[in-house]
């Protein structure tokens, strides 16, 4: 089935290549540059699929990329992309409010060996479900597709966490009550300790990993929390740990904290998903490594977790499809079948 593509930077590099891949696939492309003769000798071959629109000024849809290859470049795998990749999007037209969400950067999957789709696929299983990296290896391998988990291993570092910090931006604004606890990790013979913040509906806010519980790690840990996401809470839930009233009498004086020992549940509870997997990582190597880890697991794991006990089959079904299209989009995939 063809496709319409609108292509930004399409007279030279790759927009160019891109722009000729689609019209010898069968798709319409409208391609906006600032030298519409650039295009002449493909306007006079391919006709009326090709329409060429002039830019005055700045382009304004530099702003906002996104490209699909599934449909237009993985169709042509042994063609290589030139090296001028900078500045050329594509934007499906028939889902233009995509592009107003999306920012997948064109050269993100430069260089690999196998397609955008397989690599999310990977990441996604890893990060989804409580697996390793030769469980993701031999999962693929049943779908015809053969790959070391080393390789595995160097998407989910080279991808993971830009996949998380994607969808740490999707998500809706959380909650304004805030459920702060924190629970040691044995790493290496040493205890170290796990700072993790939730609102009331259970999404993890930030995480941070940390030698000490005083009040200059409390610190530290309330600091980023704010940075994070630049808005004051209403009420603050912790246990009867002193750091935190210390940190919260100098760093939000005017918030209300409660500190009870059952109040706090919330935060208990959402650390059963990161003993799960530190159980079967067989721990954590250093506290580096707990902290990328979790930082790429929290945001992508939850967001497929839509507390499912609450919704009704039906609802359940759709908030999940509206998930993997988020996750579609973000990649700039089609998810794997």
Known sequence: MSKEWFITGASSGLGRHL??????EGDAVTAAVRRPDALRDLA?????????????????????????????????PSTRAPRERRGAFL?????????MHTSAPIHRYTH????AEIISHGVW??????????????????????????????????????YANQLRRWRPKPGDKWHLDEVFLTINGARDDLWRAVDQDGHVLDILVQSRRNKKAAKKFFRKLLKGLTYVPRVIITDKLQSYGATKREILPSVEHR???????????SHQPTRQRERRMQGFKS??????????????????????HRLPASEYRREMAQRFQIWQDMTGTVIAA
């Open 287 to 308: 506290p580096g490594h707990a902290q990328r880890f979790l930082s790429a697991y929290g945001p992508s794991a939850q967001h497929f977790r839509p507390r499912r």
């Open 19 to 24: 722009t000729e891949v689609a019209l010898s």
């Open 91 to 99: 934007i499906p037209i028939n889902r233009p409010e995509v592009a």
């Open 259 to 269: 500190q009870h020992r059952y109040l706090n549940n919330r935060a208990e509870n």
């Open 125 to 162: 299983l890893y990060y989804r479900f409580c697996l390793s990296y030769r469980d993701v290896e031999e999962l693929l391998f049943a779908r015809g597709v053969i790959v070391t988990y080393e390789a595995i291993r160097k998407w989910c570092q080279k991808f993971g966490q830009a």
């Open 112 to 115: 690999h060996r196998f397609p």
């Open 44 to 76: 006079e071959a391919y006709g009326g699929r090709l329409t060429v629109e002039e830019l005055d000024g700045h382009c304004q849809l530099n702003c906002a990329p996104l490209y699909s290859l599934s449909s237009v470049w993985h169709t042509r």
